[in-house]
Every structure is written in structure tokens, then in C-alpha cells.
């Protein structure tokens, strides 16, 4: 499942397609386009424009404007597992080395502008998602905006696996299982620890382990290139201090961590 830096970057392109007139739609896949049969989405698109992209964690989606000037319905924008945005040669996330052997019906939607260009969905296994007024209700603040102060108090209290809580999308939203990894490796944090033993300025530390995570997963293309991701494997070894990494499952989650920087 794509993490908040893979939608980020995704946004980020979405971003370029904005202000043009929407010339056509192609909304052919009815499975990605449920609950909207084939030329709903198009109906309701067609002559107006993308005017805002947005993201709260791993949920995308887009305001648009009718033909007419005024507010058209809202596009959300799912990934799925693999799905990468598409617009004038730019992709988010980026493009991977087995993508390069293309398939027409990898395309599972598309908007044709007035000027010739087009934004367009890819994904090799159909788990995108397309859908006219998406739901937004039921997500937590954004993991990259949250501040200190409320991500210690949606975090620290319970006795929820810290893992478990970090990964409840409707306490923050847009933590995945390799970015907690990530971030509570960062902190020397456990992830198997209640969140209510935690003070505040273990919280504190977690708090800014997220946020530069976060950081770097961006500028570099996405959560995989995180300095733990690489050493989640049997008989691996923390890059920081040595020791051979632990597994085992959290929150009904596949995990990794060092037992002597995150000691239980």
C-alpha cells in the first residue's frame, strides 16, 4: 500500500494538471470507477477543470470547476498497491524499472486536456480507485502537519502496541507498516510497547523520527528508500549499531526492529 510520501508525490503531479480545460474522460474501467458506471465520471468532469489537488495521509483528491465557473464535484484519487499519476512525462510515485514493458490496459483512467495533455492512472494490478466525492470523515490529521502537542495526545494514551496506533489511520493518518518501522527505529522506540508508558518526551522524539522520515522519503522517491527498509530481512544488521534485526508481528503487522537500539 502506497504511504503518505508515494501520495505526496503523486500530489505533486496532480498539482501540474491543474487550471486546464478537461477536454475528455476516460472512464472505461468500471471496476477501478465503481460505484460509477463507464461516462458518470466523465459526464460530470468533461468542459470543466482540476482546480486544487489536496492529500490527508494516503487519500488524494481533487476540487474541480464546471465549464460554468462553478464548484464541480470532488475527484479522489486512490493508488492502490502499485498506481502512479501520470502527467507530461512526470510520474508519482516515480516510474520503477518493471513498468518499462507497458500494457494499454495498465491504464486504468484518464483525463485529455484542451491543450493535448493528459493525466493519466496507471496500475499493473487494478487496486486504484476513482470516485467522484470521496469520504473523507473517518481520517485522522495528516502525519506531516500534525503538530506536537496533538500527535502526543492521540498517540500517548491506551495501552494499544505503539506499531498498532501509529498504523490507525483515524488517529493519524498516512503512517504505513514500512514507515512506522522507519520512524520508531529512528526514535529507539519498541514496537510492541504500550503507548501509555511512553512520557512526553519519548513522544516528543517520536514526533520529530516521523517528521524527518517523512522528509527524506519524499525527496527520495518514497518510503523503500528509508535507511532501516533495506535491512528488514532474516539475518540483516542494524546500520546503526550491529546487532542482528528482530521480527516478529505487532498490530497483526510484519515487523522489524533492533533489540538493542529498541529494546522492549
Not at 470523515?137 to 503538530?147: M, Q, R, V
Not at 515487523?255 to 537500539?261: E, G, I, L
Amino acid at each position: 500500500m502506497p504511504e503518505l510520501p508515494e501520495v505526496e508525490l503523486a500530489r505533486q503531479v496532480l498539482a501540474g494538471a491543474l487550471g486546464r480545460k478537461i477536454r475528455d474522460v476516460d472512464d472505461h474501467d468500471d471496476w477501478v470507477c465503481r460505484p460509477h458506471a463507464p461516462g458518470d465520471i466523465r459526464t460530470a468532469l468533461r468542459g470543466g477543470k482540476l482546480t486544487e489537488a489536496h492529500r490527508r495521509g494516503k487519500t488524494l483528491w481533487c476540487e474541480t470547476e464546471t465549464g460554468r465557473g462553478k464548484a464541480g464535484p470532488t475527484l479522489g484519487l486512490h493508488l492502490g498497491m502499485a498506481g502512479q499519476l501520470r502527467f507530461a512525462g512526470e510520474s508519482g510515485p516515480p516510474r520503477r524499472r518493471r513498468d518499462r514493458d507497458e500494457k494499454p490496459e495498465w491504464f486504468r483512467f484518464g483525463i485529455t486536456f484542451a491543450d493535448g495533455e493528459e493525466l493519466r492512472l496507471f496500475d499493473t494490478r487494478r487496486l486504484s480507485r476513482v470516485r467522484l466525492d470521496p469520504d473523507l470523515d473517518a481520517l485522522g490529521p495528516d502525519a506531516g502537519e500534525i503538530s506536537r502537542p496533538d500527535f502526543r495526545e492521540r498517540v500517548g494514551k491506551g495501552r494499544a502496541p505503539l506499531k498498532a496506533r501509529l498504523l490507525d489511520q483515524s488517529v493519524v493518518a498516512g503512517i504505513g507498516n514500512l514507515l512506522a518501522d522507519e520512524t520508531l527505529w529512528q526514535a529507539g522506540l519498541n514496537p510492541a510497547r504500550p503507548v501509555g508508558e511512553l512520557d512526553d518526551d519519548e513522544l516528543t522524539d517520536l514526533h520529530k523520527a516521523l517528521r524527518k522520515a517523512l522528509r527524506a522519503a519524499i525527496k527520495h522517491g518514497g518510503v523503500h528508500t528509508g535507511e532501516i527498509i533495506g535491512h528488514r530481512r532474516p539475518g540483516d544488521h542494524c546500520p546503526r549499531c550491529g546487532a542482528e534485526m528482530a521480527h516478529g508481528t505487532v498490530g497483526g503487522r510484519s515487523t522489524w526492529w533492533c533489540p538493542a537500539d529498541q529494546p522492549g
